[in-house]
């Protein structure tokens, strides 16, 4: 762990773990563990999505951002794959080399959907859980699948323009004065360098085969099985994972809630940097207040 002497930045937070596959993550702060779990799509990053909420969580809690196989400067898997078993796996590797045994775990969707499947098969290692607009958590209820924003992301994997992804950020955000040339800019470096697309483009045709369904028990079907404290926020504008999808995991998590963030879309950890800090943050106290006095009981 590392204190706050000063802002972190990417250079100062960044680690790698080399044994046995290169999983790259960010980790600042000092306390009880916080894991952020990132998105998909062309250029992202666990910094990329977080880096900008890292500062707020590292004056409280031991914080780590890895980059999920296939993205940012870790390690690319073979596709096809189960994708969630993967990625857990290799977050797991993660936590051991930082020595820590149980922490809170935030994903936002894809990161969500992994987060999910972390908490079902390791459930001792999570400590409470806050899904961001997650993946994989619901069926399609309102509308079939898949939704508007992932129709515009494949866009721009089968044709990677500089116009097709900044048409994809749109649909990412509620306000659109949010989505400036610099962070367009950003997105389009790290997507059009060198093999930056290749892997989104390859794990999203793998995920949107028609005929190729996922092994094993969707995780929608198991959440009955979550006790973890759970929080669930979505953007009320979301054209991703649209506000509907939080009816199914509302349902079935046992110690499930939700808060929906007005006038905002999928990036809620970005457009309403301020607003879901404090959600988030009021979340965990609240959860390790009730879980300090259960164990002084």
């Known amino acids: 762990m590392t204190t706050l002497a000063e802002e972190p930045t990417r250079e100062s937070t960044s680690r790698v773990l080399n044994d046995p596959r ?14 952020l779990l990132h998105g998909s799509g062309p250029g992202v990053s666990g910094w990329a999505n977080f880096g900008g909420n890292l500062a707020t969580f590292a004056a409280r809690y031991d914080v780590l951002i890895p980059d999920l196989p296939g993205f940012g ?11 969630f078993a993967v990625a857990v796996e290799a977050v797991v590797r993660v936590l051991d080399a930082a020595g820590l045994d149980k922490v809170a775990v935030l994903g936002n969707s894809l990161g969500g959907g992994v987060a999910t499947q972390l908490t ?12 961001m607009g997650p ?5 399609a209820l309102l509308q079939p699948l898949p939704t508007e924003g992932i129709k515009l992301l494949i866009a721009f994997c089968e044709d990677p323009t500089r116009e097709r992804l900044t048409t994809w950020m749109r649909s990412m955000v509620g306000n659109q004065s949010f989505l400036t040339d610099e962070l367009v800019e950003q997105r389009w470096a790290a997507a059009s360098a060198p093999g930056g697309v290749d892997f989104i483009r390859d794990f999203m045709r793998m995920a949107m085969a028609p005929d190729e369904p996922a092994p094993g028990t969707p995780i929608w079907a198991r959440l009955h099985e979550i006790a973890a404290p759970t929080l669930l926020t979505y953007g009320r504008d979301d054209r991703v994972t649209p506000l509907e999808g939080a009816l199914h995991p509302l349902r079935n998590i046992r110690n499930a809630e939700l808060h929906v963030f007005p006038h905002c879309g999928h990036w809620a950890m970005q457009e309403r940097k301020n607003a879901f800090e404090r959600v988030v943050l009021d979340f965990l106290d609240r959860v390790s207040t009730t879980l300090n006095g259960d164990r002084n009981a």
């Not at 400067?73 to 994708?83: E, I, Q, V």
């Not at 079902?120 to 899904?131: A, C, Q, Y």
């Not at 993946?135 to 069926?139: I, N």
């Open 22 to 35: 290169p999983m790259h993550y960010h980790r600042a702060g000092a306390g009880d563990g916080l894991l």
């Open 120 to 131: 079902l098969d390791h459930p001792d290692r999570v400590s409470s859980l806050v899904l």
């Open 73 to 83: 400067a870790s390690y690319r898997p073979d596709l096809p794959t189960p994708y």
């Open 135 to 139: 993946g994989g958590v619901s069926p």
